[in-house]
């Protein structure tokens, strides 16, 4: 690009969007954490060596449930995706983390497309309004911009954290015990099924459920979701987080995560969840918005930290 985009101005276009939220995530800051179980099934050890998979394995899990976006104040109950970040503790002194949303697809394919979009929408200072014309001319130019919003329009968002599904959106890089190398894209499936909002759901519920909905689903038993890997096939896009593959691909199901209960408001405040903190057997893929994210997660990690 001509223009190549930073860290800093990445975590700098969120904070021209939605402000400087002192001590807070500049994205996701709406969340809270939860302790859980993986479980291997087995079946992924023909893709990967990785601890992760190995068959047998248990791990204990750290997760942080947030929305997207950088409104510390975001309703629930609005079209938006929403987040979740695991660290898994797995053996042999490694780990995993995974920071995954609830749709297949992200909303933009480049650092570059990241901070403009943002910058673009941006309210002008004097009239507190974002510029239509400026909007338009973005998207028209950018048109990936518009695939993620369009698949939660048709998808809306879940009725309780427990009820949505949730995507790497990249792929990643799997070696197996003969040195093949498979790139393949992570799936959660709810195991309650997945559950959008209705219109009536998003009155009664208001903007403030998700919270206080997951403890009380919690006291009565663990959430779970079935885990999926899906091999790319031939053909597929490795680069773009904007394109989902064909639905009708081939999965392995691979393992089952549990979230079992609610943990302490400030259990995840001094942790930087991190996509490519992976296990030996998984590498992270060319995909340029994978590549930025944790550089751009380490820079709002230090402003939160240094009290900014
Ligand atoms: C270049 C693209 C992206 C940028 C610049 C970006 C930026 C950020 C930043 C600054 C944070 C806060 C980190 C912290 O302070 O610890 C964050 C958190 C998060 N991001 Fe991204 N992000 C990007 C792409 C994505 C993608 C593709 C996904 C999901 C597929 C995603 C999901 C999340 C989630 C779930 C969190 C919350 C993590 C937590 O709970 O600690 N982000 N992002």
Not at 63 to 80: C, E, I
Not at 166 to 190: C, D, I, K, M
Request: hydrophobic share 40%; net charge neutral; with cysteine.
């Amino acid at each position: 690009p001509s223009n190549p985009a930073t860290p800093e101005q990445l975590v700098d276009a969120l904070e021209g969007m939605f402000g400087r939220n002192a001590g807070l995530r500049r994205a996701h800051p709406k969340g809270f954490c939860a302790e859980g179980e993986w479980v291997s099934t087995g079946a992924g050890a023909a893709l990967t060596t990785a601890a992760t998979l190995a068959p047998g394995v248990r791990a204990p899990v750290l997760a942080r449930f947030s929305l997207a976006g950088g409104n510390p104040r975001a309703p629930d109950n609005v079209d938006n995706a929403r987040g979740l970040a695991m660290r898994l503790d797995l053996p042999g002194n490694e780990s995993q983390d995974f920071v995954v949303i609830s749709a297949p697809v992200f909303g933009v394919r480049t650092p570059e497309q990241f901070r403009d979009n943002l910058i673009a929408r941006r309210p002008d200072p004097a009239t507190g309004q974002p510029d239509q014309a400026r909007i338009q001319a973005f998207v028209a130019a950018n048109p990936e911009v518009t695939r993620q919003a369009a698949w939660i329009r048709a998808n809306p968002p879940s009725d309780s954290y427990a009820s949505a599904p949730y995507f790497g959106v990249h792929s990643f890089l799997f070696t197996n015990a003969a040195g093949q190398v498979r790139p393949a894209r992570w799936s959660f499936e709810p195991a309650e099924g997945r559950r959008s909002m209705t219109p009536e759901d998003r009155q009664r519920l208001g903007a403030n459920f998700l919270e206080a909905e997951l403890a009380a689903r919690l006291a009565r038993g663990p959430a779970e979701w079935r885990v999926f890997l899906t091999p790319a096939q031939e053909g597929d896009v490795l680069t773009d987080a904007t394109l989902a593959w064909p639905e009708d691909r081939p999965r392995v199901e691979v393992a089952r995560l549990s979230i079992r209960r609610v943990a302490a408001a400030d259990a995840c405040t001094g942790l930087m969840f991190s996509p490519v903190s992976l296990p030996r057997g998984i590498d992270p893929s060319e995909d340029p918005i994978l590549q930025m994210r944790t550089p751009a997660y380490a820079e709002s990690f230090s402003r939160r930290s240094g009290g900014q």
